[in-house]
């Protein structure tokens, strides 16, 4: 079983930056596809970006230009850089590792970023 553990969530003021943070337990994650998905109250699950095994990024049109995606598979870490951040954001943001080429998904407890004024 595979873990992933987020941190770096909090209450930032719109324009503000976070940076959030996921660990995974195992080395399945050198060969799994990596990325951060967000819910927020009332909402479905949506993409926010992907990072694969081979470091190939993919952005959500909404994030395009202000999040960065990251990968370090030494320290068995994903990471999201969120600048310019916008009320809209606020969400439950999760982590999620799916292996190659059995496409399990696995997913972090998730950590709240709340945009507010």
């Known amino acids: 079983q595979v873990q992933l553990v987020e941190s770096g969530g909090g209450l930032v003021r719109p324009g503000g930056s976070l940076r959030l943070s996921c660990a995974a337990s195992?080395?399945?994650?050198?060969?799994?596809?990596m990325g951060w998905y967000r819910q927020a109250p009332g909402k479905q699950r949506e993409l926010v970006a992907t990072?694969?095994?081979?470091?190939?990024?993919k952005y959500a049109d909404s994030v395009a230009g202000r999040f960065t995606i990251s990968r370090d598979n030494p320290k068995r870490m994903i990471y999201l850089q969120m600048n310019g951040l916008l009320p809209e954001d606020t969400a439950v943001y999760f982590c999620n590792l799916r292996t190659w080429p059995e496409a399990l998904d696995y997913w972090g407890q998730g950590t709240q970023v709340t945009v507010s004024s």
């Open positions: 990072v694969s095994n081979t470091f190939k990024i």
């Open positions: 195992k080395d399945i994650f050198r060969s799994s596809d």
